[in-house]
Every structure is written in structure tokens, then in C-alpha cells.
């Protein structure tokens, strides 16, 4: 029996020694355990890209530009803004996506070794898509973020240190954009490899750099009032680039290869509002509308545009009858538009791909499209991060006497922000634009198709009426078009806001948002129920004068996994972002 | 096999005898139930000790007896000992089967045996007659109401249904808690328990704690099926052939309203002639057109009546079921061969299913040391189904009771079924559906085992066993395309009118393999005359190898044919996914008996696994029981005409269980956001991170129960009452984005489980022709998540939807959690003071839970010579249930629901609203909702976003199973030279089904899938009856 035991025993060792070997087949096969920074950078820049879409989505309700589309109910907080914890939360959550991306590409080089590039671009997206948080939500987990198993309950960072903290991270940035490469020691970032600037050649560097002063500037010109920033503001203000041609000369796009035949390659955007690769609408496309308050800055209502109307909406001007609950309705001048948080039948509908997309395509057709204007081009459309026309008019605001950031011409800044947004519209979704390369498709006539953009610029100032309209409290609730006939620095100032408020609209539509809280513009008529004195819904719960929601809440999950660090406290509807007016 | 090894022993133990013997005595045993022959049975002179025998492979003995030799005492371990007069001439001896159990020789874990005295844990034996006595065809099926502490749930209905197999409760939140299927000792992945055939089972034994089954490993936490296969039997060569039609029809209708037809309109009654919702006007037998126009100017007129076509599109489903077997066997080597076709056409039109199954089991002794057993089974099954159920049912629901939907069926040729001609806007011709998103499955199922074993002493053997397990898989998916005509289109009805479908084609296959080589040695000996011991040691490895790749494109090129190939997008999307695990184990068995009264048992058990990190990769876990037989030991017990056995024993067992797959440990890389691009790739890190120190989860727990049997055996009762802690669950832990990751996978939470387990068996009454027994058991089981984490006290086990499945901290487990109305501080209903409707409050509250708290099982045989009658049924209650789909009986307005009120205005019930002067609320009796149609029942906010509309009490009764089983007198076929026997066998499944009258849905056994249990969607299909009979025949 002994022996029988000692034999036993043998074979347990014999196993437990090929023990090892037997069971390390734990290596997966099916997903890399390890990357390296310059695979991970390009996935990270397209994820800022994508990020984009869910701060759209917030503006676009909360800055005026959507309704709620009849046949579609469950809207709660939508119309009412009393924000729970869920609302909106996929600004933090995709930003965070695409931070842990870029954290990764930073904490995986170096500023002076051979990825130094991919170094200094992951910084300053880095810096980008913080600003962007940071606009929304103040506070924010920046030093303790991203460091894994080490922080899972990351603290926030102040808003005025992430604040400084990324304006150095931009300037460290651009620092190491400006020495030169190493030969044969650093690893350029190839054309393929950086689907915003293509890469470390001069012209992308030229790109990045342009790219990081141009947030510079936005976030200066956010933080001059604030005065927790003040001191900072003006110290900082001697490393802003002094040249024109030092901000962005160009849309700051990001184009990693959109495709109009595979799914999951569309631009973030479209797949939103358009048509899935099937052909089939989205519900987002089919449940939301214009606002009349926003049609209204084209048909007359405040302003007259029809150029950049009838890019921006389907059915501008013509006549539109819907079919709702049995009986015909008739909008005399479309698009068919709403006012937030009306829902008393007949609520117009909306249309497959929405009014968004001002184009004669549908279903697939309209995914492969390519000479579309407007704000939804087309399936293989890139990604805005920043306009040039919203780079022009922040260098507007920054050339004011009051402001004093830049100098140069702030008329000349302004109409330049209003070419480049005429221009953006122009053009189709391979990102060229042939004038009049959407005459067809726009119906537009000959007197209405201008001959070059500037012309068009031209004709839409002279067009509206310019004098500054204000309400009995002396409010600016109507900004002038013609900024030379402002004459004062808060009337340029309105007139700058406005122009950009109708830059980003349904491209960056957050920004009109913020403007609106840091600056009062458009001004809106509070407490009204005209679709065209105020955006605020109808069945707003905020106790403000305008009527409007003050911020978004922290995510649920904080709430949940970092409850001792999420600021509490905060309300939608009372508590004002730092940069609030 | 049993048999098999009992006689083994017998005939090595054999010693001759030396007396003086006068006359030869010779016999044939043969046994009770089934009249075949029994070897190795001893048979001795009672009046002259030494004087034996045991019968050969033919159940015959001859034996030459002394001169006082008077008696013949006949035992067989397992029957009951039989004393015989010697008489001249053959003796035939019939062996009845011992129902005082005691001796019964049981399978334990590890592929052990013990007799039935010696378990410590509670186990229960499920002998083949009652697996197969109602023709399931699944043997999951066939367990239901059989089984104390089981609780079974078909996951689905349709033509081959998947079952969830529980015992003692869940334990694991988000793990793996159902039963280890073992088959012939190989543990099985538990879809093979649905496609092993019935009819090759001898019996399954039932584990039901883990300490029972802790020799299996991690897997076995949550207990064990061990299913032994049939083997080759001695001396006599039978084979039989059996036939079976099943008829499978609808037994429960979901409430549908037939009053209303089409029509959507708020606050009026308008018919709508394209309109899927029904909140038109009541029927009236007037004509009425329905639909639009089609191209050639036709349109379809019918009566407005209520029709039953809503039922009439289940059909009548059939199930033939074919059996072959053959058994055989000499001294050395025995055979049991078998093979079974069951073809299945489902309720669901055109749904079909196939299952083709062989099995060779064999074994052959080389010598008096060395043996063999082997086993092969190949079963391949075949799937031909819809895909679309859910929106097929729902296609249904958006079906106004007047339309004659079974005209529709030709949906190619008849011009009011195509999609361009149906008459609904809105919903598509279900029929259209079933037949075009279709879904092709071919699973292969290989198994091969070998035993070999020696044993060079009385006292010791040895054993090695190898085994692979494989199952080979394809799959097609696909949905057809269909283009429109441009007349359709241009009437701009609606989406669905006014869109092509694109179809979609998807392919995939897979392989699954397990090989599994185990050695044993056992030594048993006696240490004293008193006391004996047994030991077990093992070692095993296990490796699991699968592979999984899948092709899918969108868009097809031609209507009917689905290919890859052939497709318009440009790009198709391909996935591939390969594991590995492995697992290995040394083990031991000990069990000490004192006498024939006390016995101690302890295991112990130690596993590596590939899967861990390679410090935890090492998990040691012993367990305990102990068996008291006091009716052996104890004189007034002895004596005691009243009791014949009480059994009292106890168990205590710690298993650790992995719920963690291959490759779980390191965060992965993966392309995202449509990557690669242009030929570029782009991977971004993965948002799951792990704790580097993962550890299995542990499950310790305590049983102790009586087993008691009284009356010459007439009465038997179990009951074993437990407890388990499960504790380390492994869960992914939601953490702070912002951290860099979002899940984070780690050990925590705590889930108790108490229970008890009772089965009461009774032989009513019993003669020479009569025989009657029944048999109940009840299993109650209260669980509890103790805690998650410090961070969480929910869990999703399901997402979506107005409620969903959780394990909430405090709560038992899972429970529900949804939607209400808002309520005041009185519990009434809050309506709005001006419209009168009610709404739902944001977020859920806890609803109930959904697991059964009580489950009674009853069963009856009533025999009369070779007639049998059994019957089996089955009460579960103390839960809830929720229909997802609820929600589309309401939105449609078939529900009936709808008509509570008849459709006109009502005052919501237990409802108050808030007085704008007092600031209360006061009782509503008096304002009614603005509209008691279309504006309310559809509305998401009013009505169908209201999770506790569609609660019910889960309570049901069925009749689970009920047969008629005859068997030919032998004197009829005594003519017929072959047939050694024929039955004849009516039967039938869940032939009805007795729910609440608030159960208006279906039922509620069908669950969501893994651990969400309680919620039924549409996927569903209603629940069915089976009903038929068989012949079979032995020759």
C-alpha cells in the first residue's frame, strides 16, 4: 500500500512540474494585449471625432436649434430641462473614451524621444477634448485620471487648473512641434496614421500648431471674465501667436477614410441623423426638428439668408404637406419646423434623414453623395472639431478694443467668419467645393446662386436690415448683420456671437450654447412664447428669466463608483457654469 | 453495469464446496421488471452454510444441494433476498427490486459508487422508465416535477427548447448556475443533455449539493446530473424497436380582445382600412374594405367580424420519433447498441428540427484483472427556423381580429399577401416573416470514452479513462431581399411600404473540443472486521480548445440566394474568436464505514486552471458528510415493525467555481470606430481592466437531512435541509471613466441560499396485480445577495425595457425591478388632475422576485399487471413573472386588456390626485381619463412604459406528464417465435396548464436567457401540449 502511495505521489509530481507548461496557454489569441502609441493615436483622434457628435447633440437642443418632431413621445427632460443624471452623459463618457486613448499615446512616448510627434499631437487633442469637458461640466478629474488600477476613484481638478493645465500641455505641444526632427532617430507620424493633420510632414505640423493656438485663444477668450482666471488670463495671454496665419487657416477636420458602403465607417454625425448603410432613416433624424426660433435667422424671420437656409434645411421655402392622423397639413414655407416642448396635435413630422439634409437623395444614394452642401453632406462627410468660421470670429472678439487678445481688423475677422461658414456649407462631402456645385440639388435661382462666395457674404450683409434692436431693459435681442454699423463694443460683440452662433449650428452646436451663456447671445426674450423671441421650450421648468437650463449634471455612474469625489450639489437649472455671464 | 460489476466480484469470491451432495437443484433468475436474466446472483442452501452459487451470464444455476437441504435463499445486491422451497424440476426465480433502498449501489462523483447507506448528501435517482414513460424527446424535459431542489425553466419554446437547469437555487450573480451535466463520467457541455437520447439512459442520478459532486471540480458548485448509459447485458441478445408520433398543439392563448377592429384615432372610433392598431370601431358584420388599392385596382373586402385566425396560425406540430436498440452480451464481452431519428415540425409554420443519434457502449474483461468499457455517440441535429419570432408574434398582435390572417400563407402568388399587396401599412405579413429571415443550424456531436481498468488485488484497482468531447457547428442566417413595386412606393404609405428590403446573409461555424484523460486508484479494505475503508486517489487533466468565425454582408444581389458571394455592399464584416483552457486536478476519496451504521466520508480536491493568474491558479477544497443508519445499531430501531430504515446525515463542503473564461485577465487592444481605414489600422485600449489577483469564487455550504422508511418500505421519506454561502463572486464592477477604464472585473459580493428538499414516496396499495404509488416532493429555497460590492448594490442582469432582472444588495435573488405608477403616500395611483391618466414614475422599484419559492412535484403509477398509468405533476408559486411584449398587446390593441373599460372613458382605479387648493391628495371617484382608446392604452407614457401593467403572479399547475404504457401478455406472443415482447403506449406533456387569470401572457417559465429570469418577451412562441403514443417491440 505504501508503494501504491509513493507511485501516486510520483505521478502527482511528474504533473504538477509539466504542470506549468500544460496550463500557460492563457495568451489570447483573438485581441493584442499590447499596443503601441502610433496604432493607438490614430483610433484615439478618430474618437475625439466621434465625441463630437454627442456634444452637438446637447447644443442642439439647449442652444436653439431642435424640437421635438411629432409622432415621438418620451421627451421629459428634453423639454423641461430639469436634467437627471443620465441626461447628456455621453458628452463625458465618449470624451473619457477618447482621453484614455490619448493618455495612453502620451504615457507611452516622450516630448524628446523618437515618437515625439505622436507625443506632441495626443497633448494637444489631449487638450482639445479636455476643453471641451471642462466647458460643460467645470470640475473634472484631470491629475488623477487615467491611471488605471492606481486611481479608481480618480478626484477632480478644478476647473481653473485643468484650465492651466492644458494650456500648458498645448504650448508644451507646440514646443516640440517646433524642433526639428532627428534623422534617422524620430519616427514620423505618417499621412495615414493622423486622420486630422496628416501627419508630421511640415504642412500637418503647420496644421497642429495652427490647431493648438486656435484653442488657445478660445480658451482665453472663455476665461477673460472669469475671475478666478483673471491673473492667469493675463499672463498667458504674451504665448498667443500674434500672426493671422498662426490660427487656423482652414476647418479643423478630421477624415480618417469615411466610407458610404461599411457601417461602422460613417461619419459620426450622419449615422446620427441620416441613413444607416442598409438605407434605412435613423430615429434620431425622424424624431427631431428645426426650430422655428432657428429658421428664423434665414426666412425673414430675424434675418433674411436664403443662401445658407436652403443649404442647411430640405424643403426651405416650398411648401411641405403631411399627412397626420388622417388629414393633410400644410406648411406654407418649409422646413417643417417646431417649437421645443409643443406637442398639441398637428405636430409636424419629420422625414427620413431629416431637414438637416438639404439634398434630393434618400436611403443609400444619399450616404454615397457627395456634392450635398449643408450640414449633413453625406455619409463619407469629415468631422468638424473647429471651424475656420468660428476660429474667425473668436479672432474677431479677440481684436476688439475691449477685449484686447490679438490685434487686427475685427470687421475684417467677422466677414471672414461669415465667408468661411458660407463656405463650409459649400461644400460636398469629399470637402471640395465647386461653385455652384449644389445648384441643382438647392433649386437655388440664378440671382440667388452667387458667383463666388464672397459675393454671397456681400449680399446677405447688405440684405438685412442693421440696426441693433433691443428690448425695453436696453438687452440686445437682435444683433446687427453689417458689424460696421455697430457702434459699440458690446453691439460688436453681439453681432460676432450671432455669426457664430449660425457658424456651429448643427456642426458644433455646444458652442452656441456656451456663447450664449457666457455672453447673453442671441438674445432672447425671456419668459416669451413666440417661437422667434425665445428658443426656451414651452415646458421649461427653469426659474431663470430666459427660461433655460444653466448646465448638464455629472454622469450617474460618478455618482455611483466615485461618490466620495463628484461635486454634489449642482442644479441644472440654478447652478452656472464658471465662464456663465 | 452495476450488474456487471457486482457479478464480477461474485465470480472472483466464488469458493467450491466440499460437501456431500446428494441431488442436483437447478433454476433460472430472472428479474422482475423487465424478465430478463440475471447473472451473478447468489443463491444458497440456508440450511447448510458454504453451499452456493452464483447464477452465469444466462441468469441460470445448478447446484448440487446435501440431503436437509430444503431452502434456496436467492439475494442480489439492490432486490430483495428471496427464500425458496427446493422443489423438483427447474426453479424460476423472479428478483423484485429492493424499495428499501438502503444497498442500492448509487453513482457519486468521480465516477464512484457507494451504496445508498453510506451517502452523507442528498441525492435522487431517476430510473429510465420514468425519464421515458412520456416520450420526451429532451431528457431536460423529462426531469420536470421529478426532482426535489431542480428547478427547470425552458429558456424558449420552439422546436427543440432549451432548458435552465437549477438546483438548491442561484448562487452566482453573474456566473454559471446550472447543473454539471456528467455523461458515463465525462463531464458535457449542458446543450448535449438536450440531444443525448432518452431512450440510451439507464438512470440519472441527481446530485444536488456540491459536496456531492466536489470530486467533478469547480464546475460541480452547483451540482450534478450524472447520467449513466446503458450497457450490453449477459447471456441474451434483445432488440427492440419502437415508433412514436407526438402531436404538438397551442394549450395556453395569450388573452386577445375580439370587439374592436382597425382603427388608431384619439378620443373616435374611426376605421382606418391599412390601420395595425385596433382601436376602431366594434365589429359590427358590416362589409368593409381593408387595405389600399392595389396596382390592377382590386381591394380586398370582408366582413367586420372577429374572426379566430389569430389562433388558427399556430399549427398543429409533429414530432415522429424513431428508436432501434440491440443488447448483447457473453461472459466477456457485452454490447449495447442504439440509434434514434426524431423529426420535429414546430407550431411555427415551416419551423423544423432533426435529430439523428448512434451509440456504441461496450466492454470486455481480457482476464480476471483487466477490463474495458468504451462508449461512442455520435448525434447530429439539424435546425431549419425562423429568426424573426419576436417580430413575427408581434406581426400578429398588429393583426385586427377581422382580418382572415390565415389567408396570407401564399405570400408569393396571392396578390393581397405579398409585401406590396398586404393591407397593413405598418407591419409586415407575418407569414412573409417566418419564411424569409430564416436560420439554418448543423450541430455534430462526437463523444468517445474508454475505460481501462486492473486490478491486480481483491482490494485494489486501478483505472485510467481517456475521453474527447467534440461538437462541430455551421450556422446561415439570412433575410431575403424584396424590391417593391414603384406603385407601392409612390403611395407613400409608410416606411415599410415605402422601402425595399436589402436583405442580409450571415454564415458561421465553430468547433468546440474537451479532452480529458483521468487516472484513479481505489484501495477498499477491511482494517478490522468492524471497520472498512475506502479510498479513492486521482489525478486528471482537462483541455478545451474552440474556434468560431462568422461572415455576414448586407444587401443582396438576388432575391434567393443567400451567399456571401453574392451580395451589394462592398465590404463584408467578418469575426473570429479562438479558446483554450485547461484544467488540472488531483484528488482524493476517503470513506471510513464502522459496522453497517456509521460512515464518514471526506474529499478533497485540488485544481489548476489555465484561466487564473498564475499566483491563484491553485485552489485546494475538502468536504465532509457523514451518514448515521440508526435502524442498524439501535434495538428498539431494529425491532421496530413500524420503521424499517432512518438514516440521518450531514455534510459540510467548500467549492470554488471559475466563472472566468479564457484570456479574462489582461485589458485588450481592439480596432474601434470603424478601423481599419484605407489600410490603416487604428486599435484603441479596451474600457475593461482587472484585478491582478483574481481568485475563483467559493461556495461553502451545509446539508444535513433523515431519510426514513416505514411500512415494509410502502412509506419512504427525504428531506434534507442546507445552506450555502457563495462568497468572491467575480464581477465586473462599474468604476469611474475617468480612471481610464469603465468596467473592472474583480472578486466581491456574497449570496446566501437556504433551503429544504422533501420527497415522500408511497406505495398505496399493492397485490399480486395491483400496484399503486404516488410520490410528491417540495423544494423551498429563500435566497439572499448578502452584499455586491462597497461600491454597487445592484446588479443588471438584463437591460432595457420598462423593468429588468437584478441581484440588489438585501433583496432575494434575482428580482425584479421596474417601473410603477406614481403613487401618494396612501399607495393610490396618481392622475393628472386635468386628463385623468396616470404616469410612471422615472426610475424602477423593486417589483418581486422571480425565482419560485415553493415547488411541489406530484407523481402517480398505478399498475395493473402489464398495464401502467403514470402521471406527473408540477406547482410552482411565490414569484413573479413579466411580459415584455406586454407592451405590443396594448400598443396593438389585441391585448384584452384594452377593453377592460370598453374602450370608453373610465375612472382609473385606486387613483387620487393633487387638489390645487389643500395641497392633497384626495381620492379620484369621479374624473375619468380623457380617452379610453388610442390615446390611452398605446400610450408609452400613460400605460405601456408601466412595468407593473404587465406583472403577474408566476403561480402555475400543470400537468406535466400523463401515460398509458401496456404491455402484450406474453401468452399472445407466445406463437411468435422472434417477438419477446410488445407495448403499446398513449402519452402526453404539459397537457395543461392552470395560471392566475392576471397571467394573460404566457408562460411563466419562459425566461429572457442566462441569469434574467422572469421576463418572457415575444421570442416565445405560446406554450404548447405533446400528445401520442408509441409501439415498441422486443425481439
Known amino acids: ?581 | 453495469m452495476k450488474k456487471l460489476v457486482l457479478s464480477l466480484f461474485m465470480l472472483l469470491t466464488l469458493s467450491a464446496s466440499v460437501f456431500a451432495q446428494e441431488r442436483t437443484v437447478t433454476g433460472t433468475v430472472v428479474a422482475n421488471e423487465d424478465g430478463l436474466p440475471v447473472p451473478g446472483v447468489s443463491v444458497k442452501v440456508k440450511e447448510a452454510s458454504g453451499v452456493g452459487t452464483t447464477t452465469g451470464a444466462d441468469g441460470k444455476f445448478s447446484l448440487r444441494v446435501p440431503a436437509n437441504a430444503k431452502t434456496l435463499v436467492v439475494s442480489y445486491l439492490g432486490y430483495i433476498a428471496q427464500e425458496l422451497a427446493i422443489q423438483n424440476g427447474p426453479i424460476t426465480v423472479s428478483l423484485v427490486v429492493d424499495a428499501k433502498s438502503l444497498n442500492e449501489v448509487v453513482v457519486t462523483a468521480g465516477g464512484l459508487s457507494a451504496t445508498k447507506a453510506q451517502l452523507g448528501t442528498a441525492s435522487t435517482t431517476v430510473r429510465a422508465q420514468e425519464l421515458t414513460q412520456a416520450k420526451a424527446t429532451n431528457v431536460a424535459a423529462a426531469l420536470n416535477g421529478k426532482v426535489a431542489g431542480l428547478q427547470l425553466n425552458a429558456v424558449s419554446s420552439g422546436v427543440n427548447p432549451t432548458y435552465r437547469l437549477v438546483l438548491r437555487g442561484n448562487r452566482s450573480l453573474l456566473g454559471n448556475n446550472q447543473a454539471l451535466v456528467v455523461i458515463d463520467n465525462v463531464i458535457v457541455p449542458s446543450s448535449i443533455l438536450g440531444n443525448i437520447n432518452p431512450e440510451d439512459i439507464e438512470d440519472l442520478q441527481v446530485l444536488n449539493g456540491g459536496g456531492a459532486a466536489a470530486l467533478y471540480g469547480s464546475e460541480a458548485s452547483n451540482g450534478a446530473l450524472i447520467i449513466t448509459t446503458k450497457k450490453g447485458k449477459r447471456g441474451t441478445t434483445t432488440y427492440k424497436v419502437s415508433q412514436t408520433f407526438n402531436a404538438e398543439q397551442v394549450n395556453f392563448f395569450p388573452g386577445l380582445q375580439n370587439v374592436f377592429g382597425s382603427g388608431a384615432d384619439s378620443d373616435l372610433q374611426i376605421y382606418t382600412s391599412h390601420e395595425n392598431q385596433q382601436y376602431g370601431p366594434a365589429f359590427d358584420g358590416s362589409l368593409k374594405t381593408i387595405g389600399d388599392p392595389l396596382e390592377d385596382g382590386s381591394i380586398q373586402t370582408i366582413p367586420y367580424t372577429a374572426n379566430d385566425s389569430k389562433k388558427d396560425f399556430w399549427e398543429t406540430g409533429l414530432t415522429s420519433q424513431t428508436d432501434f436498440s440491440m443488447s448483447t452480451g457473453d461472459d466477456k464481452t457485452q454490447y449495447f447498441l442504439s440509434g434514434q431519428y426524431v423529426n420535429t415540425k414546430g407550431t411555427t409554420l415551416h419551423d423544423k428540427f432533426n435529430r439523428f443519434s448512434l451509440r456504441l457502449n461496450g466492454s470486455r474483461e481480457f482476464s480476471k484483472t483487466v477490463s474495458t468499457n468504451f462508449s461512442v455517440n455520435y448525434i447530429q441535429n439539424r435546425y431549419n427556423v425562423t429568426t424573426a419570432t419576436s417580430s413575427m408574434y408581434d406581426q400578429l398582435l398588429q393583426t385586427p381580429a377581422q382580418m382572415p390572417l390565415t389567408s396570407y400563407k401564399d405570400w408569393r402568388n396571392d396578390k393581397f399577401s405579398t409585401p406590396d399587396g398586404y393591407y397593413n401599412a405598418y407591419y409586415q405579413n407575418p407569414y412573409y416573416t417566418l419564411d424569409n429571415e430564416r436560420q439554418f443550424v448543423r450541430n455534430d456531436y462526437l463523444t468517445g470514452n474508454v475505460d481501462l481498468k486492473f486490478k491486480p488485488l481483491d482490494w485494489l484497482n486501478f483505472l485510467y479513462r481517456a475521453n474527447i468531447t467534440t461538437q462541430n457547428a455551421s450556422n446561415k442566417n439570412w433575410v431575403d431581399k424584396y424590391v417593391r413595386s414603384a406603385y407601392t412606393k409612390a403611395l407613400g404609405l409608410s416606411s415599410l411600404k415605402n422601402n425595399d428590403i436589402a436583405g442580409n446573409v450571415s454564415d458561421g461555424e465553430s468547433f468546440s473540443t474537451q479532452l480529458f484523460t483521468e487516472f484513479q486508484a481505489n484501495v477498499n479494505k477491511s482494517l478490522t472486521p468492524d471497520l472498512n475503508l475506502n479510498v479513492t486517489l486521482g489525478a486528471s487533466l482537462r483541455s478545451n480548445t474552440a474556434k468560431n468565425v462568422g461572415v455576414a454582408a448586407t444587401g443582396l444581389t438576388f432575391q434567393g440566394l443567400f451567399n456571401i458571394a453574392a451580395r451589394t455592399a462592398a465590404n463584408i464584416t467578418g469575426s473570429e474568436s479562438n479558446s483554450t483552457s485547461r484544467q488540472q486536478a488531483i484528488y482524493g476519496d476517503a470513506r471510513l464505514s464502522y459496522k453497517n451504521f456509521l460512515y464518514l466520508h471526506a474529499t478533497g480536491r485540488n485544481d489548476w486552471f489555465s484561466t487564473l493568474p498564475i499566483a491563484n491558479r491553485s485552489l485546494f477544497y475538502p468536504s465532509v458528510d457523514a451518514s448515521f443508519v440508526a435502524t442498524n445499531t439501535l434495538d428498539f430501531l431494529k425491532d421496530s415493525k413500524v420503521i424499517d430504515v432512518l438514516k440521518l446525515r450531514a455534510g459540510y463542503t467548500t467549492v470554488g467555481n471559475v466563472n472566468l473564461g479564457a484570456y479574462s485577465l489582461l485589458t485588450t487592444f481592439g480596432q474601434t470606430g470603424g478601423y481599419p481605414y484605407n489600410n490603416n489600422p487604428g486599435y484603441a485600449i479596451g474600457s475593461t481592466t482587472y484585478n491582478p489577483n483574481l481568485k475563483p469564487e467559493k461556495t461553502s455550504g451545509f446539508e444535513g437531512g433523515i431519510d426514513l422508511e416505514l411500512f415494509d418500505s410502502r412509506i419512504s421519506l427525504n428531506t434534507t435541509v442546507y445552506k450555502t454561502k457563495t462568497v468572491d463572486q467575480i464581477v465586473p464592477v462599474n468604476i469611474s471613466i475617468a480612471s481610464g477604464f469603465s468596467t473592472y472585473v474583480t472578486n466581491t459580493g456574497e449570496v446566501t441560499n437556504t433551503g429544504i428538499e422533501n420527497t415522500l414516496n408511497l406505495i398505496a396499495y399493492r397485490n399480486s396485480n395491483w400496484e399503486v404509488s404516488i410520490g410528491g416532493n417540495y423544494t423551498f429555497n429563500n435566497n439572499k445577495v448578502v452584499s455586491i460590492s462597497d461600491d454597487i448594490t445592484r446588479l443588471n442582469l438584463s437591460s432595457g425595457g420598462s423593468a429588468q432582472v437584478v441581484a440588489e444588495a438585501g433583496s432575494s435573488y434575482p428580482m425584479l425591478r421596474g417601473t410603477d405608477f406614481k403613487r401618494d403616500s396612501q399607495g393610490r395611483i396618481i392622475v393628472d388632475p386635468k386628463s385623468g391618466y396616470p404616469s410612471a414614475t422615472e426610475s424602477g422599484v423593486i417589483l418581486g422576485n422571480t425565482n419560485p419559492k415553493h415547488i411541489l412535484g406530484l407523481n402517480t403509477a398505478i399498475k395493473f399487471k402489464s398495464l401502467r398509468l403514470a402521471a406527473v405533476a408540477e406547482y410552482r408559486g411565490g414569484y413573479i413573472a413579466m411580459a415584455s411584449g406586454g407592451d405590443s398587446f396594448d400598443f396593438s390593441g389585441s391585448g384584452i386588456r384594452t377593453i377592460t373599460y370598453n374602450r370608453e372613458r373610465f375612472v382609473f382605479p385606486n387613483s387620487s390626485y393633487l387638489d390645487p387648493v389643500s395641497g392633497q391628495y384626495v381620492a379620484n371617484t369621479s374624473l375619468t381619463v380623457r380617452d379610453g382608446g388610442a390615446g390611452f392604452w398605446p400610450s408609452a407614457a400613460y400605460n405601456r412604459s408601466i412595468a407593473t401593467n404587465y406583472l403577474y403572479n408566476g403561480a402555475y399547475w400543470k400537468v406535466r406528464e400523463i401515460s398509458l404504457s401496456y404491455d402484450l401478455p406474453k401468452a399472445w406472443l407466445a406463437g411468435m417465435k422472434f417477438v419477446k415482447g410488445v407495448n403499446l403506449q398513449a402519452q402526453g406533456r404539459n397537457l395543461f396548464l392552470f395560471t392566475p387569470k392576471e397571467n394573460i401572457f404566457t408562460d411563466p417559465d419562459y425566461i429572457l436567457g442566462n441569469n434574467a429570469i422572469g421576463i418572457n418577451t415575444l421570442g416565445q412562441t405560446p406554450p404548447t401540449r405533446f400528445f401520442g403514443g408509441s409501439v415498441s417491440v422486443t425481439f
Open chain 1, 1 to 581: 500500500m505504501r508503494k501504491l502511495f509513493n507511485i501516486f505521489i510520483l505521478g502527482t509530481v511528474l504533473l504538477t512540474s509539466s504542470c506549468k507548461k500544460f496550463l500557460d496557454v492563457n495568451t489570447n489569441p483573438n485581441s493584442p494585449t499590447s499596443s503601441t502609441p502610433n496604432i493607438v493615436l490614430p483610433a484615439a483622434i478618430v474618437q475625439v471625432a466621434s465625441a463630437m457628435t454627442s456634444y452637438d447633440d446637447f447644443g442642439g437642443w439647449t442652444g436653439g436649434f431642435k424640437a421635438n418632431a411629432g409622432g415621438y413621445g418620451g421627451w421629459g427632460t428634453v423639454w423641461t430641462y430639469n436634467f437627471t443624471t443620465n441626461d447628456y452623459s455621453g458628452m463625458w463618457s465618449s470624451s473619457f473614451s477618447a482621453i484614455n486613448q490619448l493618455n495612453f499615446v502620451i504615457n507611452n512616448t516622450t516630448a524628446d524621444g523618437p515618437l515625439k510627434f505622436y507625443n506632441a499631437q495626443a497633448r494637444i487633442m489631449k487638450a482639445f477634448i479636455y476643453a471641451k469637458l471642462v466647458d460643460q461640466y467645470g470640475d473634472v478629474p484631470y491629475s488623477d485620471a487615467g491611471q488605471g488600477l492606481n486611481k479608481l476613484n480618480p478626484k477632480y481638478d478644478k476647473y481653473q487648473d485643468v484650465y492651466k493645465a492644458i494650456f500648458a500641455e498645448l504650448n508644451a505641444g507646440i514646443a516640440i512641434m517646433n524642433t526639428p526632427a532627428v534623422t534617422n532617430v524620430t519616427t514620423p507620424v505618417t499621412a495615414g496614421q493622423d486622420p486630422f493633420g496628416g501627419g508630421s510632414s511640415a504642412a500637418g505640423l503647420t496644421k497642429w500648431k495652427q490647431f493648438a493656438q486656435t484653442v488657445k485663444l478660445k480658451m482665453l477668450i472663455r476665461a477673460q471674465k472669469v475671475a478666478d482666471l483673471a491673473s492667469w488670463v493675463a499672463t498667458s495671454k504674451a504665448t498667443l501667436a500674434t500672426a493671422v496665419g498662426d490660427y487656423l487657416t482652414d476647418d479643423a477636420i478630421v477624415q480618417p477614410g469615411y466610407s458610404a458602403t461599411t457601417a461602422s465607417q460613417f461619419n459620426p454625425q450622419w449615422s446620427t441623423y441620416g441613413w444607416n448603410s442598409a438605407g434605412t432613416s435613423t430615429g434620431t433624424g425622424l424624431s427631431n426638428l428645426p426650430t422655428k426660433w432657428a429658421v428664423s435667422f434665414y426666412n425673414g424671420g430675424k434675418y433674411t439668408d436664403d443662401v445658407r437656409g436652403r443649404l442647411m434645411y430640405k424643403s426651405y421655402g416650398t411648401s411641405i404637406t403631411q399627412s397626420i392622423a388622417g388629414s393633410n397639413f400644410v406648411i406654407p414655407s418649409g422646413p417643417a419646423a417646431n417649437q421645443l416642448g409643443y406637442d398639441t396635435e398637428p405636430v409636424p413630422r419629420s422625414i427620413s434623414g431629416s431637414y438637416w439634409y438639404s439634398g434630393a437623395l434618400t436611403g443609400t444614394a444619399a450616404n454615397a453623395g457627395t456634392t450635398v452642401g449643408g450640414v449633413l453632406k453625406g455619409a463619407t462627410m469629415p468631422q468638424v472639431l473647429l471651424t475656420l468660421a468660428e476660429t474667425k470670429f473668436l479672432l474677431a472678439e479677440a481684436s476688439l478694443a475691449s477685449v484686447n487678445l490679438v490685434a487686427g481688423v475685427t470687421n475684417t475677422f467677422y466677414e471672414d467668419g461669415i465667408t468661411a461658414s458660407y463656405t463650409y456649407l459649400y461644400k460636398g462631402a469629399s470637402y471640395t467645393w465647386a461653385n455652384p456645385v449644389t445648384t441643382a440639388s438647392l433649386a437655388l435661382t440664378a440671382s440667388q446662386t452667387p458667383t463666388t462666395i464672397t459675393a454671397a457674404k456681400t449680399a446677405y450683409i447688405a440684405a438685412n436690415p442693421n440696426a441693433t434692436v433691443t428690448d425695453g431693459n436696453g438687452k440686445i435681442i437682435k444683433a446687427v448683420v453689417d458689424l460696421s454699423k455697430a457702434t459699440t463694443d458690446e453691439e460688436r460683440l453681439a453681432a460676432i456671437i450671432t455669426q457664430k452662433y449660425l457658424a456651429v449650428h448643427m456642426i458644433n452646436s455646444e458652442e452656441a450654447f456656451n456663447e450664449y451663456r457666457r455672453t447673453g447671445y442671441p438674445g432672447v426674450v425671456g419668459g416669451s412664447t413666440d417661437p422667434i423671441q425665445t428658443y426656451a421650450s414651452l415646458k421649461s421648468a427653469a426659474p431663470a428669466a430666459d427660461k433655460l437650463p444653466t448646465r448638464v449634471l455629472y454622469p450617474a455612474v460618478e455618482f455611483q463608483v466615485n461618490t466620495e469625489n463628484v461635486p454634489k450639489g449642482i442644479s441644472p437649472l440654478t447652478t452656472k457654469i464658471f465662464y456663465a455671464k
